[in-house]
């Protein structure tokens, strides 16, 4: 139990272009979800929260427009990328916490395969 | 505001060895997660730590966690070559559910 997916795996595009990435719950419903960054041998940075039904929260300094997150679904979670260009290189990472987890719970989130994109 | 910091940031051992890793935390986490990373892959949960004196163990691998001293660690008995990857450490901020990941520590097991 307990899988996230993410679509696509890799993705290379040209600069200028927009890049959508999909977080899945596949086995769970997920209202929160998380979306991740991660450079080369660093750790993972939080970029914002995704809520079911309503706006993201970003963290500070990410840009809201920049990188647009959309929750339309108890399953799914979208990351678009807009206006790529080589700095928004990077590992892209999500996760899914699990709605019917309570207080007292572990409040584990569920880590996506990642998806690696690379911006010419 | 949670801030969590592991060492050693890399760490170098000979098959056989034991070490500990380290993660300190700076404010209450309601729970403290471990996890591994191989290259170019995502997260692998290893432990999750609920409580004060909470110690789990897989394999090789025991994590326990110190709320009092806000602190947790990772100790590996008899390190093999597969161990080798990063392994990181996470907060959780209290009524957000946001994880506040520990820098990583870079294990390289030595055959």
């Keep these: 139990g307990a ?8 993705v290379i595009c040209k600069s200028g272009t927009s890049v ?3 977080c899945r719950s596949l086995d769970f419903q997920a ?3 998380f979306w991740y960054r ?3 041998k660093k ?13 993201a929260t970003y963290e500070q300094g990410v840009e809201k427009d920049k990188f647009l997150i959309n929750h339309a679904s108890l399953t799914l979670s979208t990351l678009t990328v807009t206006s790529a260009h080589p700095e928004d290189s ?6 899914a916490r699990d709605s019917s987890q309570g207080q007292g719970s572990y409040n584990e989130q569920f880590f996506g395969p990642g998806t690696r994109l690379t911006v010419l | 505001e949670l801030k969590v910091e592991q060492n050693p940031l890399f760490l170098s051992m000979q098959e056989g060895k ?3 890793i380290y993660c300190n935390y700076s404010t209450t986490s309601d729970r403290l997660y471990w996890y591994r990373q191989d290259p170019g892959k995502s997260l692998e949960s290893l432990f999750v730590l609920l409580s004060n004196g909470a110690v789990k163990q897989e394999g090789r691998l025991m994590a326990s966690l110190d709320t009092k001293a806000r602190l947790s660690t990772l100790h590996i008995t008899a390190a093999v070559h597969d161990l080798s990857a990063t392994y990181f450490c996470a907060g959780i901020t209290s009524g957000t559910y946001k994880y506040i990941f520990g820098t990583g520590t870079r294990l390289k097991v030595l055959a």
Excluded: D, W
């Design chain 1, 3 to 10: 899988v996230v997916s993410q679509h696509p795996s890799r």
């Design chain 1, 20 to 22: 959508k990435i999909e």
């Design chain 1, 31 to 33: 209202t929160t979800m």
């Design chain 1, 38 to 40: 991660q450079f080369p």
């Design chain 1, 43 to 55: 750790s993972l940075m939080l970029m914002a929260t995704s809520n079911e039904g309503s706006k």
């Design chain 1, 90 to 95: 990077s590992f892209y990472i999500c996760s």
């Design chain 2, 18 to 20: 034991n070490y500990t």
